[in-house]
């Protein structure tokens, strides 16, 4: 075993020093290499990003994984009692230490918009977790806090267009707005949620808890809640059912109770989407490794039939077959796997880079490191185009015959 390593970490050191006799040929020829790593690894981090961006926007659609949807209805069709299901709802929460749930109910207004008049509002009231649960972003402000609940004067995140139809004040200012119904009602303004292109109305978001206290009985029991539970999605399978029974069982055999998930790994296939962006950026990284590979292996030709002459000099001497092979092969890896180094640290300043950053990971709540995996991949697959552009032009040296080799 300790030949076999000191013949292997001799190899090594035979080929470090051909590569430092040799260095402005290979650095020429190893410039390809580098540049293919470098893109390979960056493809992979930045690949990350662009996965973890997909996610999250699930995850505000459906909630995180594993989101439990609950709903609770009587049997006969006549509204029932939100205070009885509320409470059930909570009761369960606390027995199983759920650390976010939330209610989430639907809310409607009218809102007076300079130049525009009296328009309808549309919007949600869900309790603080909610935020938590479904990665909510504000462009302005922030968030509702346990606070919020004891606010005289409810407060309410906003989408960005109708905040622009109000002169998009400070909301350091503590804007209000104006809910109009049976009794109209005055809202702070705490947050504003961005708004896509198709967006054009208001909407707004409201603590349920507030929503209770402005909406009068008759009306809230007409569109009671639904409820939601973030759980560790290893749990969801056994606590699905004991959610389920738990919340019948309190309501009693008047209610229909439905626990469902529906975040987005809760079904074949979601996937999918992710499998096809890893293939194109695996495919992508894949080609352009190749083209260095080919320009690698070229040169490596061209390099061995300019060192016959030194080849048959040493094959004279006594080196062997194996060891002029192994010779020229590790050449190549050592030379790769520099190259796959230099390769990788350019990719990781690049995937760093502030410009790069706000670009590609705009609206990523949580931007992943760079993948240490990326880095291992980028140095694996250097080490891998060395040896296969060391084979060819190793074959190349072994197959030389000392006398032509010496007359060459």
Request: charged share 15%.
């Given at each position: 075993?300790?030949?076999?390593?000191?013949?292997?970490?001799?190899?090594?050191?035979?080929?470090?020093?051909?590569?430092?006799?040799?260095?402005?040929?290979?650095?020429?020829?190893?410039?390809?290499?580098?540049?293919?790593?470098?893109?390979?690894?960056?493809?992979?981090?930045?690949?990350?990003?662009?996965?973890?961006?997909?996610?999250?926007?699930?995850?505000?659609?459906?909630?995180?994984?594993?989101?439990?949807?609950?709903?609770?209805?009587?049997?006969?069709?006549?509204?029932?009692?939100?205070?009885?299901?509320?409470?059930?709802?909570?009761?369960?929460?606390?027995?199983?230490?759920?650390?976010?749930a939330s209610r989430n109910g639907y809310i409607t207004a009218r809102v007076q918009l300079p130049g525009a008049g009296?328009?309808?509002?549309?919007?949600?009231?869900?309790?603080?977790?909610?935020?938590?649960?479904?990665?909510?972003?504000?462009?302005?402000?922030?968030?509702?806090?346990?606070?919020?609940?004891?606010?005289?004067?409810?407060?309410?995140?906003?989408?960005?267009?109708?905040?622009?139809?109000?002169?998009?004040?400070?909301?350091?200012?503590?804007?209000?707005?104006?809910?109009?119904?049976?009794?109209?009602?005055?809202?702070?303004?705490?947050?504003?949620?961005?708004?896509?292109?198709?967006?054009?109305?208001?909407?707004?978001?409201?603590?349920?808890?507030?929503?209770?206290?402005?909406?009068?009985?008759?009306?809230?029991?007409?569109?009671?809640?639904?409820?939601?539970?973030?759980?560790?999605?290893?749990?969801?399978?056994?606590?699905?059912?004991?959610?389920?029974?738990?919340?019948?069982?309190?309501?009693?055999?008047?209610y229909q109770v439905d626990v469902s998930r529906q975040d987005y790994l809760a079904f074949d296939g979601a996937d999918?989407?992710?499998?096809?962006?890893?293939?194109?950026?695996?495919?992508?990284?894949?080609?352009?490794?190749?083209?260095?590979?080919?320009?690698?292996?070229?040169?490596?030709?061209?390099?061995?039939?300019?060192?016959?002459?030194?080849?048959?000099?040493?094959?004279?001497?006594?080196?062997?077959?194996?060891?002029?092979?192994?010779?020229?092969?590790?050449?190549?890896?050592?030379?790769?796997?520099?190259?796959?180094v230099v390769g990788v640290i350019i990719a990781i300043l690049l995937v760093r880079l502030p410009i790069v950053q706000?670009?590609?990971?705009?609206?990523?709540?949580?931007?992943?490191?760079?993948?240490?995996?990326?880095?291992?991949?980028?140095?694996?697959?250097?080490?891998?185009?060395?040896?296969?552009?060391?084979?060819?032009?190793?074959?190349?040296?072994?197959?030389?015959?000392?006398?032509?080799?010496?007359?060459?």
């Amino acid at each position: 075993m300790s030949r076999v390593l000191t013949n292997l970490w001799g190899a090594i050191l035979e080929a470090w020093t051909e590569l430092r006799i040799h260095r402005t040929r290979v650095l020429l020829s190893l410039i390809g290499v580098a540049v293919a790593v470098a893109a390979i690894t960056s493809v992979v981090g930045l690949g990350q990003i662009a996965q973890q961006a997909s996610v999250e926007q699930m995850e505000r659609n459906s909630g995180r994984p594993a989101t439990l949807y609950i709903g609770a209805f009587r049997t006969d069709g006549n509204p029932g009692d939100i205070d009885q299901v509320n409470e059930a709802f909570a009761t369960t929460v606390d027995r199983y230490r759920i650390d976010f749930a939330s209610r989430n109910g639907y809310i409607t207004a009218r809102v007076q918009l300079p130049g525009a008049g009296v328009v309808d509002l549309f919007g949600q009231a869900v309790d603080a977790d909610y935020g938590s649960m479904h990665r909510l972003r504000l462009m302005e402000g922030e968030w509702f806090t346990e606070a919020d609940n004891n606010r005289l004067a409810p407060a309410v995140i906003i989408n960005e267009w109708f905040w622009k139809q109000i002169g998009s004040p400070d909301l350091a200012t503590h804007p209000t707005v104006v809910l109009l119904g049976e009794n109209d009602v005055t809202a702070v303004v705490v947050g504003v949620t961005p708004s896509p292109e198709w967006d054009q109305g208001p909407t707004a978001i409201m603590l349920y808890s507030a929503y209770e206290r402005i909406t009068p009985p008759a009306i809230m029991a007409m569109s009671p809640p639904s409820y939601e539970m973030w759980i560790p999605p290893e749990l969801s399978d056994q606590l699905s059912p004991l959610v389920q029974r738990d919340i019948a069982g309190s309501l009693g055999e008047d209610y229909q109770v439905d626990v469902s998930r529906q975040d987005y790994l809760a079904f074949d296939g979601a996937d999918d989407n992710l499998l096809v962006l890893k293939l194109l950026i695996g495919g992508g990284a894949v080609l352009v490794l190749l083209l260095g590979a080919l320009g690698l292996v070229n040169i490596s030709l061209v390099t061995v039939r300019q060192r016959i002459r030194e080849i048959g000099i040493r094959r004279s001497f006594g080196a062997t077959a194996g060891r002029v092979f192994f010779a020229v092969m590790m050449e190549s890896i050592v030379a790769t796997f520099v190259a796959g180094v230099v390769g990788v640290i350019i990719a990781i300043l690049l995937v760093r880079l502030p410009i790069v950053q706000n670009v590609v990971s705009s609206g990523v709540e949580d931007v992943p490191a760079f993948p240490l995996e990326a880095a291992g991949l980028g140095i694996l697959a250097a080490v891998v185009v060395g040896a296969i552009a060391g084979l060819l032009p190793a074959l190349v040296a072994v197959r030389v015959k000392v006398i032509d080799a010496i007359r060459y």
